[in-house]
C-alpha cells in the first residue's frame, strides 16, 4: 500500500482509489544492493524483506477501496522508524532529479568509485565516503540545458567529522569526473560543509546526487 493512511481514511466517495503496488521475491544479492540504497526501483518491506520480498515500485497501480477492503491485512512496516524509511524509500523514486546524459555519464566513474569503496570496512577512501551525508550539486546558470554550466559540488557531513581527511579523499574522487567541455568547475569546485554551514539558498539551488547509499550510513 502506497496511498498515505490520511488519504486511506478519507470518505470513499471523495478519494475513491488507493495505490498499490506488488511484493516481488528478488535474490539474496539484489536484496543486499537494495539495503544498500543502489537499487531505487525496489523498496524494503520490514515485514517481508524476511521472505526475501520487496516492493517493486515499478509497478504501481490504483484499486478501489472497496476491493481493498476485501483483503486480508499484513502489517508491512511496523514501527514509526520503519515507515519513515520506506516513505523516504517513495520520495526518492519519485523525486530525483533528471540530470541530463552526457552529465550522468560523465559522473559514471565518479560515482562507481564511491559505491566501490563505501562497503569496505578497511578502506581509508570507504571510511571518508561513509561519513558523508550527502553530495549536492549547484549549477550556474541553474538551466542544464545551457551551453556552457559552471558546477559547484556539495559535500554534506555531521559537524563531527574529520574534514581533513575527508578533503584528501574527495580530492582524488575527482580525478573521476569526465565530463564534456561544456561543464567547467568553479573556482572553488567543492566546499565541505554541515547543514547548518548551508544557506536557504545553497540548498533551493543545489540537487542532490543519487547516493542514498551515503545517506543509510
Known sequence: MLTQTCEIVRPEAERPYVEVCPLVEITEGVLAQVRR??????????????????????????????????????????????????????ARKRNRFAFP???????RKFRDHIFGKHGKL??????????LDEIR???????WNENEIELTFLFVISPDKDRANIATHID???KKIELPKKYKMSESPYHLVTLDDLTA?????SVPLDFEILSLG
Open 37 to 90: 540504497g543502489t537499487r531505487p526501483q525496489y523498496a524494503i518491506v520490514p515485514g517481508a524483506s524476511g521472505k526475501g520480498l520487496v516492493a517493486d515500485l515499478d509497478r504501481v497501480m490504483t484499486v478501489k477501496k472497496g476491493v481493498i477492503a476485501e483483503w486480508k491485512r499484513e502489517q508491512g512496516c511496523a514501527t514509526d522508524d520503519d515507515r519513515i524509511k520506506f516513505a523516504q524509500t517513495l
Open 101 to 107: 546524459t552526457d552529465f550522468s555519464d560523465g559522473m
Open 122 to 131: 578497511l578502506s581509508e577512501a570507504g571510511k571518508a565516503y561513509r561519513e
Open 137 to 143: 550539486v549547484r549549477a550556474d546558470p541553474p538551466n
Open 172 to 174: 582524488e574522487l575527482f
Open 201 to 205: 539558498r545553497d540548498y533551493s539551488e
